[in-house]
């Protein structure tokens, strides 16, 4: 009697065992993350049913599974907002990481937009939905032929607001 109990718990076991999901543990090399497609002297031009969006041009370009890698790259945005004032907004840096629509910029990084903002730093995160643009490492710039430097930056441009710590300012009071 006691064997019998003893195989059918057995049983039992084995039958719940079978159906229980296992995950490998051991990473396969075909896991990392590998490149989907490397371009070499990229230009890409993207474009809506009214007008040219935005321009990429880079010495390389990788396409990885969840980003997009830039070398040297050069990325001009197109005002798509007819109630805004200015025409394009320029993003240029050594390496520029694009996760959606999130851009990081790093080393010599410059952002214009027009010709009434221009912002040199060496890292800045822009989200292009929302059209904010922040670092956290010193920058100098320069707003409507007046010229700015600090530590760290935060841009909303829709709002046409500037946010930024330890600033040192200098105001062109001349009118032309």
Known sequence: MGIKLFILILLVISLGSYFIPVENAKKSIFDKDIPQVIFESPKMY???ENSLNRIVIATHAIKYENRDEMYNADITLKNQDETKDFKNEKLKANLIVKKGNSYILTDNVKYTRD???KLNTNELFYDDTKKIANNTKP???IYNNHFVKGDTVYL????????AKNTHFEIDVTKN
């Open 46 to 48: 993207t474009l809506n």
């Open 115 to 117: 010709n009434f903002i």
């Open 156 to 163: 909303d441009i829709n709002n046409s607001f500037i946010k």
């Open 139 to 141: 920058f100098d710039a």
